[in-house]
């Protein structure tokens, strides 16, 4: 049985804990650590989260800080086809949107949730149960100069677009790898934004996600600029 783990003391640990795991089903992982084997529904995809995060040792959990706060390593488990292809859009963080006005690339949650990624891909078996999908390779990733370009271009241009009171008018389709859709528990939630007048207005939570397209990506080339 694997007990629930201390966080790794470095990142060679870790790596080594994360490479340690690829073969295995989300069954096999439940069985290990003793939990309950996740069967279905919409909170598989959490389970599955919850699972890797506690046979690597992670410790923040839904906090802002990367789960691995001493390593400034964030995990992202990232289910994909056989072929590797993601299937959704990845959740990077929140956004404060009556802050959006002062944000700042450099000091954002977002850059620091994507300084330095474990990718742990999370295969789909088709036709069988969700328990049975199985832990992949591990990738950790860390942006490169000109992949961090882009990321701050596009931060900055729905940041902005967001101070500026459009956020309602925001959709999917704007940013190039760095997408804002909305993030809440239920449709009845809400936050406060920046109106078009300059009021404040209660808007439904927003968070970035990262693109199939990117992630795709940089799963098979950390260094890769798609279009």
Known sequence: MISALKPPRDEAELRCRAAALAGLTLADLARA???????????????????????????????SRPDFPHLGIELKTIPVEVTGAPQESTFVC?????????????????????ACVL???IIAAPGRPSEERRLGAPRLWRPTDAQE??????FEDLMGLIGIGAVEALTAHAGRWLQVRPKAASGRSRTLAFGRDGEM???LPRG????????????GDP????A
Not at 33 to 43: D, E, S, T
Not at 94 to 114: F, G, H, P, Q, V
């Open 33 to 63: 650590l003793g939990c309950a084997v996740p069967r279905g529904g919409v909170r598989t995809k959490g389970a599955a989260g919850a699972l890797v995060e506690r046979a690597l040792g992670a410790t923040a959990g839904s906090t």
């Open 94 to 114: 929140s956004i404060s949107l009556s802050d959006a006005d002062r944000a700042e690339w450099e000091t954002s949650r977002a850059r620091a949730k994507l």
């Open 119 to 121: 990718w742990v891909p």
């Open 149 to 154: 370009r882009v990321l701050r271009a596009d």
């Open 201 to 203: 207005i209660a808007a």
């Open 208 to 219: 970035f996600y990262l693109r199939p397209s990117f992630t795709g990506a940089i799963l």
């Open 223 to 226: 260094a890769a600029i798609p």
